[in-house]
């Protein structure tokens, strides 16, 4: 695709990193939401496909956490290291939208 095109788009900004991450926040907030439906929710058979939801998503979530440490995007142990690197790519994000 034409370099341009990609940066109207905003596809420049969008890698495979920054596509996991997101993925990863988004499934969070998801399981937030199904955690609250489940305890407003009265039926048995509702809550336990709640339950498999949440299960499904946390077993998604660990597949990708395992494919970003894969490719040495997270270190999960070395938080100062993750803290840095966070850091600097949220400079750089702001560079690139300004």
Same mark, same amino acid.
């Given at each position: 695709?034409?370099?341009?095109?990609?940066?109207?788009?905003?596809? +420049?900004?969008?890698?495979?990193?920054?596509?996991?991450?997101?993925?990863?926040?988004?499934?969070?907030?998801?399981?937030?939401?199904?955690?609250?439906? =489940?305890?407003?929710?009265?039926?048995?058979?509702?809550?336990?496909?709640?339950?498999? *939801?949440? +299960?499904? =998503? +946390?077993?998604? *979530?660990?597949?990708?956490?395992?494919?970003?440490? *894969? +490719?040495?995007? =997270?270190?999960?142990?070395?938080?100062?290291?993750?803290?840095?690197?966070?850091?600097? *790519?949220? /400079?750089? /994000?702001?560079?690139? =939208?300004?």
């Amino acid at each position: 695709m034409n370099p341009i095109v990609e940066s109207l788009m905003g596809m +420049k900004l969008l890698s495979d990193e920054v596509i996991a991450s997101d993925l990863l926040l988004t499934l969070e907030h998801r399981t937030y939401s199904l955690e609250a439906a =489940i305890a407003a929710v009265a039926s048995a058979d509702l809550k336990s496909w709640l339950e498999l *939801q949440i +299960k499904d =998503i +946390k077993s998604f *979530q660990e597949t990708i956490k395992h494919y970003q440490e *894969q +490719k040495g995007w =997270i270190q999960p142990r070395l938080t100062k290291e993750l803290l840095d690197r966070d850091l600097k *790519q949220a /400079a750089k /994000a702001l560079k690139q =939208i300004t």
